[in-house]
Structure formats: structure tokens, C-alpha cells
């Protein structure tokens, strides 16, 4: 029954895909269409311009030979937004409007800019009736409005790009807190569930102590029956605050390689190097980060499918501890390094692909460290390297 949901939610993206596609060419051929007729009309303005001041200087001429009448001045100068240069046959200048003077009043970048000017809209020649060979000639550009309204529609999709942006993070972050929600319920729950069948193993191991049986075997049983209401205290844990308090990193790992070390199989051999190391220490939380090393040696002894070994090393420098959990199993495929850690990826036929995810959340969010595949090669084994800053007394 999932198939056709997950179906039809990918229908939903590709449906709103297509429409903030289409919604945004749209947006471009509208806006552009209006940019061209724009354009056009003020290429027609100026062209009345060029024509108006050709036939005013039919009657009247300055010194320059350019007419100056006061309506024509008006309708170049006062009530329009189009820059625009006027020279002679020459490149003289004659005059100019919304051109800074900085650039006027400089050669070189008076010419840039007249070239700009040609290279936006094709110059208009103002001949002079008395003399074919004495002209103006008319350099303008693109309005302010023309040139708004070209990069409007950009605007627009980058406006409406950043309001999907920042709705997809909030609906990814409600969701997000929402699953949070529901493991941290989970994990309590099942803490509560496991509380009243521990506590009568605590009984039964107490009535088997009285009677005439093995004693070691109690005694293992009593180990796993800790370690049972170790893993339970783990999951009480979730989603409560987490202090973290200097404890010894090399007795903690210990300590788990210990427990691991009398129930792996006989084919496989457990390496340990931090008790023949001094001493570091970091800020934990002893029972969550014994829950990580655990999960790394577990995932180990799966990789290792009953033959092979196992290392558990501990490395440190001036700022770190470092501890790396090594195994000579089957190895991780490069592309799938950092996918181990997401919730529910899992290459095992049993399991629900959730030990890595959350080691990493108590690593990463609890602790601040970090937890990463350092080396992985198939069919020789992989590295998984813990890294907590390192703590120094007083």
C-alpha cells in the first residue's frame, strides 16, 4: 500500500514543478514582450525628436546650427527618462541628458559611453536643410524603466525562489521536529516496557544464586541482566538533557570491549590498545557513548559474518581523542559512506537500519564530536573513526 503514495507524492512534485516552471516562462514572455514594445516606443520618441528638430530648424538657428525652441527642448529634455548624447558630424558635444558629468566631462569616457549608447539602439541622423553635410547625429539608451523592466522578471523568480527555499526548510524542520517527537516517545516507551521484565530477572538471578547450580552461569547472566538495564537506561535518556562529565575514555571503550569480548564468536578475535596507553579523557555521557562503541563493535561482528577481526583504537593530540573501530569484514561500497548514517539504510536482511543514525545524532548533537567512515575497501574491511574534543584537568 505504500507504493501508491509514495507514486502519487512524486506526482505532486513534478505537478508543482511544472506549474513554477511554466508560472516563471510565463512571467519572462509577458514581461519581455512588454520590454520590446517599450523599446520600440522609445525608439519611435526619439525618431519625433530627431524629426521635430529638423523641421524647427527650418526657421530658426543658433550659432551651433541646432534649433533651440522651447517647446522641442521640453519634450527631449524635461519630460522623458531616456539618456541620450548629441554631437555634431564630429562627435563633438552639443548636448546631453541623464548622462553623469564625470563622463561628460571626461574624452575617453564620453566615447565609451557613445558606444554603449550605439551598441543599445541605432544612432538618428538630424540633417540641416542649408547644408546636407553638416549634421547631428543623436546617441541615446535604455531608460530606467526599460532596463526595470528587463530584470523584473529575474527578480521575480529569484523572490519566488527563495520563498520555496525557505518554505521547504520549515516544512522539512516541522517534520523533522515531528520524527523527533516520535522516536523520543518511542525510545521512552520502550524504556518503560523493558522496566517490569528486568526487574523480575533480578529476582529470578537472585533465587538461582540459592540453589545448587553453576554459579558462573548466573554470574554471566547477571553481566547481561546490567547490560540489559544499561540499555534501558539509554533509552530513558533520549530526548532528555544530557550532561557531560570528564570521564576516562580508555575504561569506558574498555569496558565495552570487555562484555563484547566473552560473547563473540571463537573465529573472531577482539584487539584492544587502550589499556596499554596512558589515560585521556573527554566530556560524556558515559552511558550514551558506551552505546555508540557498542553499536560500532556490533555492526563490526556483522560485517565479520562469524570469521575475522576486530580493533578498537584509541589515538589522541593536543585537542582530540580519536577512536577508531575497526573490522576485516565485507567493507562499504565509497558511495554509500555517508548513507550508513541515514535513518533506515541498512544492507542487512534483519534490522531497521536505525544503531548508526543514532549513534551519530548522541556523537554529533550530545556530544559535538564528529563520527565518520575513515577508510572502507570492499571485501577488506572498514574503519569508522569517533572524534571527541579532548579534556585536561584544572
Given at each position: 500500500?505504500?507504493?501508491?503514495?509514495?507514486?502519487?507524492?512524486?506526482?505532486n512534485?513534478?505537478?508543482?514543478?511544472?506549474?513554477?516552471?511554466?508560472?516563471?516562462?510565463?512571467?519572462l514572455i509577458?514581461?519581455?514582450?512588454?520590454?520590446?514594445?517599450?523599446?520600440?516606443?522609445?525608439?519611435?520618441?526619439?525618431a519625433?525628436?530627431?524629426?521635430?528638430?529638423?523641421?524647427?530648424?527650418?526657421?530658426?538657428q543658433?550659432?551651433?546650427?541646432?534649433?533651440?525652441?522651447?517647446?522641442?527642448?521640453?519634450?527631449?529634455?524635461?519630460?522623458?527618462?531616456?539618456?541620450?548624447?548629441?554631437?555634431?558630424?564630429n562627435?563633438?558635444?552639443?548636448?546631453?541628458?541623464?548622462?553623469?558629468?564625470r563622463?561628460?566631462q571626461?574624452?575617453?569616457?564620453?566615447?565609451?559611453?557613445?558606444?554603449?549608447f550605439?551598441?543599445?539602439?541605432?544612432?538618428?541622423?538630424?540633417?540641416?536643410?542649408?547644408?546636407?553635410?553638416?549634421?547631428?547625429?543623436?546617441?541615446?539608451?535604455?531608460?530606467?524603466?526599460?532596463?526595470?523592466?528587463?530584470y523584473?522578471?529575474?527578480i521575480?523568480?529569484?523572490v519566488?525562489?527563495?520563498?520555496?527555499?525557505?518554505?521547504?526548510?520549515?516544512?522539512?524542520?516541522s517534520?523533522?521536529?515531528e520524527?523527533?517527537?516520535?522516536?523520543i516517545?518511542?525510545?521512552?516507551?520502550?524504556?518503560h516496557?523493558?522496566g517490569?521484565?528486568?526487574?523480575?530477572?533480578?529476582?529470578?538471578?537472585?533465587?538461582?544464586r540459592?540453589?545448587?547450580?553453576?554459579?558462573?552461569?548466573?554470574?554471566?547472566?547477571?553481566?547481561?541482566?546490567?547490560?540489559?538495564?544499561?540499555?534501558?537506561?539509554?533509552?530513558?535518556?533520549?530526548?532528555?538533557?544530557?550532561?557531560?562529565?570528564?570521564a576516562?575514555?580508555?575504561?569506558?571503550v574498555?569496558?565495552?570491549?570487555m562484555?563484547?569480548r566473552?560473547?563473540?564468536?571463537?573465529?573472531?578475535?577482539?584487539?584492544?590498545?587502550?589499556?596499554?596507553?596512558?589515560?585521556?579523557?573527554?566530556?560524556?555521557?558515559?552511558?550514551l557513548?558506551?552505546?555508540?562503541?557498542?553499536?560500532?563493535m556490533?555492526n563490526?561482528?556483522?560485517?565479520?559474518?562469524g570469521?575475522?577481526?576486530?580493533?578498537?583504537?584509541?589515538?589522541?593530540?593536543?585537542?582530540?581523542v580519536?577512536?577508531?573501530?575497526?573490522?576485516?569484514?565485507?567493507?562499504?561500497?565509497?558511495?554509500?559512506w555517508?548513507?550508513?548514517?541515514?535513518?533506515?539504510?541498512?544492507?542487512?536482511?534483519?534490522?531497521?537500519?536505525?544503531?548508526?543514525?543514532?549513534?551519530?545524532?548522541?556523537?554529533?548533537?550530545?556530544?559535538?564530536?564528529?563520527?565518520?567512515?575513515?577508510?572502507?575497501?570492499?571485501?577488506?574491511?572498514?574503519?569508522?573513526?569517533?572524534?571527541?574534543?579532548?579534556?585536561?584537568?584544572?
Amino acid at each position: 500500500m505504500k507504493l501508491p503514495q509514495v507514486l502519487f507524492s512524486f506526482r505532486n512534485r513534478v505537478v508543482v514543478i511544472v506549474v513554477g516552471v511554466t508560472l516563471g516562462a510565463l512571467s519572462l514572455i509577458y514581461t519581455n514582450d512588454m520590454a520590446r514594445r517599450l523599446k520600440e516606443k522609445e525608439q519611435h520618441d526619439v525618431a519625433l525628436w530627431a524629426h521635430a528638430m529638423e523641421r524647427v530648424n527650418r526657421d530658426v538657428q543658433d550659432g551651433n546650427g541646432l534649433a533651440q525652441d522651447p517647446l522641442v527642448e521640453d519634450l527631449i529634455s524635461n519630460n522623458n527618462n531616456i539618456p541620450f548624447i548629441i554631437t555634431n558630424q564630429n562627435l563633438e558635444l552639443i548636448s546631453s541628458h541623464l548622462v553623469p558629468d564625470r563622463i561628460i566631462q571626461h574624452p575617453d569616457l564620453l566615447r565609451r559611453q557613445i558606444d554603449e549608447f550605439t551598441e543599445e539602439n541605432t544612432p538618428r541622423i538630424i540633417r540641416f536643410w542649408w547644408n546636407p553635410e553638416h549634421y547631428h547625429i543623436i546617441f541615446y539608451g535604455q531608460s530606467g524603466l526599460l532596463k526595470s523592466l528587463y530584470y523584473f522578471p529575474y527578480i521575480q523568480l529569484l523572490v519566488i525562489t527563495v520563498f520555496i527555499v525557505l518554505g521547504f526548510i520549515a516544512f522539512r524542520s516541522s517534520k523533522h521536529d515531528e520524527q523527533n517527537r516520535v522516536w523520543i516517545g518511542l525510545a521512552k516507551e520502550t524504556a518503560h516496557q523493558l522496566g517490569t521484565p528486568t526487574s523480575s530477572l533480578l529476582g529470578w538471578i537472585e533465587y538461582l544464586r540459592s540453589q545448587p547450580v553453576d554459579q558462573s552461569a548466573v554470574e554471566e547472566m547477571n553481566k547481561d541482566l546490567t547490560h540489559l538495564m544499561k540499555i534501558v537506561d539509554r533509552f530513558s535518556k533520549i530526548g532528555s538533557e544530557t550532561p557531560l562529565t570528564p570521564a576516562n575514555i580508555n575504561e569506558i571503550v574498555g569496558g565495552s570491549v570487555m562484555y563484547f569480548r566473552k560473547r563473540i564468536p571463537r573465529n573472531v578475535t577482539l584487539d584492544y590498545n587502550g589499556l596499554a596507553i596512558a589515560p585521556v579523557q573527554a566530556n560524556v555521557n558515559a552511558a550514551l557513548f558506551e552505546w555508540v562503541v557498542e553499536n560500532l563493535m556490533k555492526n563490526s561482528l556483522d560485517a565479520l559474518q562469524g570469521h575475522g577481526a576486530i580493533s578498537v583504537h584509541i589515538s589522541s593530540d593536543d585537542k582530540q581523542v580519536m577512536i577508531d573501530v575497526k573490522d576485516t569484514g565485507k567493507g562499504i561500497p565509497k558511495n554509500n559512506w555517508k548513507r550508513i548514517f541515514e535513518p533506515g539504510f541498512t544492507t542487512k536482511t534483519r534490522g531497521w537500519g536505525l544503531g548508526l543514525s543514532l549513534s551519530r545524532r548522541i556523537i554529533e548533537e550530545y556530544h559535538q564530536g564528529r563520527i565518520a567512515v575513515v577508510d572502507s575497501e570492499l571485501g577488506k574491511g572498514t574503519t569508522i573513526r569517533i572524534t571527541l574534543k579532548r579534556y585536561f584537568a584544572g
